[in-house]
T-cell receptor
Framework: SQQGEEDPQALSIQEGENATMNCSYK?????LQWYRQNSGRGLVHLIL?????REKHSGRLRVTLDTSKKSSSLLITASRAADTASYFCATTGANSKLTFGKGITLSVRP | EAQVTQNPRYLITVTGKKLTVTCSQNMNHEYMSWYRQDPGLGLRQIYY???????DKGDVPEGYKVSRKEKRNFPLILESPSPNQTSLYFCASGTGTAPNQPQHFGDGTRLSIL
C-alpha cells in the first residue's frame, strides 16, 4: 500500500533558487525518510527524521515533520544543476514496512 | 566500497522462461529487500528478509520467490515470468532487523518479458 504522497509531482526551478517538496501520509509513523534517485540509478538515502523530531538539517537539506498534519517537507537551498533528480519520501509505520511515495521530479535549470 | 550489487543490469527474455536476479551486499546488513518500480506507481516492495532464513511478503509478492541462505545474498526468482513483470527492479539492504534505518540500493535491473 502506498503511504506517502509527494507534492508537487514535478518542479522546475532556476539554479540558485530553493526547492521545496512536500510529503503527506495517512497513518502514524515511526520515521520518515527522503531519498534521491538520479536517472538510471538506484535510490540514495538523504535524511531520516524520527516521529519525535520536528526538524533536521544535513548540508543544504532541511527536513521538517508535522505529525499532527501527517506531513513532511524537504527544502533544498541554493539548488544546483546536479540536484536534478527524482525525490521520494518513505515512511515506516507500526508494521515496520518501508513504504515509498510515487516521487517528485525536480529539474534545476542552469 | 560499501555497495549493493545486482546482476544482470538488463535482461530481455520470453514468457515462461525461469530467471534469477542476484543481489549481493558487502555491508554485513541483516535486512534486505526487493522492490519494483513502475511509472506512476512508484516503488513497491516485493519481498523482504530480516535475517538469514527469514523472508516475508511485501505488497506485491505474486509471481516471485526469494531465498536468504547467506547474509550477503538475496536472489529474486521469477519461476514463470509474464509480461506484467516487465519492470525496473531494485535490491536494497539496511542495518538492524527492521527497515527503520536508511537503506542502500543497488543500481537496478531492467527486465523486459516478451
Amino acid at each position: 500500500s502506498q503511504q506517502g504522497e509527494e507534492d508537487p509531482q514535478a518542479l522546475s526551478i532556476q539554479e540558485g533558487e530553493n526547492a521545496t517538496m512536500n510529503c503527506s501520509y495517512k497513518t502514524s509513523i515511526n520515521n520518515l525518510q527522503w531519498y534521491r534517485q538520479n536517472s538510471g540509478r538506484g535510490l540514495v538515502h538523504l535524511i531520516l527524521i524520527r516521529s519525535n523530531e520536528r526538524e533536521k538539517h544535513s548540508g543544504r537539506l532541511r527536513v521538517t515533520l508535522d505529525t499532527s498534519k501527517k506531513s513532511s517537507s524537504l527544502l533544498i537551498t541554493a539548488s544546483r544543476a546536479a540536484d536534478t533528480a527524482s525525490y521520494f519520501c518513505a515512511t515506516t509505520g507500526a508494521n515496520s514496512k518501508l513504504t515509498f511515495g510515487k516521487g517528485i521530479t525536480l529539474s534545476v535549470r542552469p | 566500497e560499501a555497495q549493493v550489487t545486482q546482476n544482470p543490469r538488463y535482461l530481455i527474455t520470453v514468457t515462461g522462461k525461469k530467471l534469477t536476479v542476484t543481489c549481493s551486499q558487502n555491508m554485513n546488513h541483516e535486512y534486505m529487500s526487493w522492490y519494483r518500480q513502475d511509472p506512476g506507481l512508484g516503488l513497491r516492495q516485493i519481498y523482504y528478509s530480516m535475517n538469514v532464513e527469514v523472508t516475508d511478503k511485501g505488497d506485491v509478492p505474486e509471481g516471485y520467490k526469494v531465498s536468504r541462505k547467506e547474509k550477503r545474498n538475496f536472489p529474486l526468482i521469477l519461476e514463470s515470468p509474464s509480461p506484467n513483470q516487465t519492470s525496473l527492479y531494485f535490491c536494497a539492504s539496511g542495518t538492524g532487523t527492521a527497515p527503520n534505518q536508511p537503506q542502500h540500493f543497488g543500481d537496478g535491473t531492467r527486465l523486459s518479458i516478451l
